[in-house]
């Protein structure tokens, strides 16, 4: 009902900046407001948030790993959300996965992924 397709990531060097996007599509994205977050998953490691966003935009939430280097936003006549990434670390290296959170905010329980964009920053 809902897909979600990230673009954006790709390899940067320490100290870069990468622009991910998330755009959402389906019946359902033009009936419901949902929020929508974003998690990583590294090598050998379990899934975890990175930030998430309100339908309105008004609250965000950021892990404390990223919090001053990556801004989340969102642009809801597009059904897009961004992730803004700065100050990239070789530790933020990671698969990135868009979800979006329609019974319960995206951080409580998600209910659509995207299928994830490599991120890759070198040292």
């Known amino acids: 009902q809902v897909q979600l397709v990230e673009s954006g990531g790709g390899l940067v060097q320490a100290g870069g900046s990468l622009r991910l996007s998330?755009?959402?599509s389906g019946p359902t994205v033009s009936t419901y407001t949902y929020s929508m977050g974003w998690f990583r998953q590294a090598p050998g490691k379990e899934r975890e948030f990175v930030a998430a966003i309100s339908w309105s935009?008004?609250?965000?939430?950021?892990?404390?790993?990223v919090k001053g280097r990556f801004a989340i936003s969102r642009d809801n006549?597009?059904?897009?959300?961004?992730?803004?990434?700065n100050?990239?670390?070789?530790?933020?290296?990671?698969?990135?996965?868009?979800?979006?959170?329609?019974?319960?905010?995206?951080?409580?329980g998600a209910d659509y992924w995207g299928q994830g964009t490599q991120v890759t920053v070198s040292s």
Not at 57 to 65: E, F, L, M, V
């Open 22 to 24: 998330c755009a959402a």
């Open 57 to 65: 935009g008004g609250s965000t939430n950021y892990a404390d790993s």
């Open 77 to 85: 006549a597009k059904n897009t959300v961004y992730l803004q990434m």
């Open 87 to 108: 100050s990239l670390k070789p530790e933020d290296t990671a698969v990135y996965y868009c979800a979006a959170g329609f019974k319960v905010y995206v951080t409580r």
